[in-house]
């Protein structure tokens, strides 16, 4: 687990904003999660994205890790971003179920680009979830 630009919190809800683009967290089993803010904070190198959240177990041991990039309108940076931190973090967060979340501010355009980034995602084990303005995830 990540111990620096963090919160461990069992919230019930929290919330991820920037600007007009969030992601909900729906903790109704009031487990307990890390939040870690990543840009501007978590030092990793190139680009990164805005948060990581982990979900741990009972004994703090991190079963699942969601990667969150809130963006304006440009998916290919977005992803990109995902992609960098996630290789940044694969010595911390191995044999870890991952899913990249990408937030924008509209419905973006998939093009053979970003399907090319869904691709590599998909081949390393990640799930890559697309949304626009806000988006929900219950853990």
């Known amino acids: 687990m990540i111990k620096t ?8 809800i929290r919330v991820l904003e ?27 190198t190139g680009n990164k ?15 699942k890790v969601y990667y969150v990039e809130l963006k304006g ?7 990109e971003q995902l992609l960098e931190t996630i290789n940044y973090c694969l010595s911390i967060h ?7 979340i990408a937030i924008l501010s ?3 355009q998939i093009t053979t680009g970003i399907q090319a980034y869904q691709k590599k ?9 697309i949304k626009s303005s806000i988006y929900t995830v219950s853990i």
């Open 106 to 108: 509209r419905v973006p």
């Open 73 to 79: 309108c440009r998916l290919s940076d977005a992803l």
């Open 5 to 12: 630009c963090n919160k461990l919190t069992k919230d019930k």
């Open 49 to 63: 994205c805005d948060y990581l959240v982990e979900i741990t177990d009972k004994l703090n041991v991190v079963t």
């Open 121 to 129: 995602m998909k081949n390393m084990g990640i799930e890559c979830i």
């Open 18 to 44: 920037e600007k007009s683009r969030k992601l909900i967290i729906n903790n109704s089993s009031l487990a307990s999660f890390n939040v870690v803010k990543v840009d501007g904070c978590y030092k990793t």
């Open 94 to 100: 191995s044999e870890k179920n991952k899913i990249a």
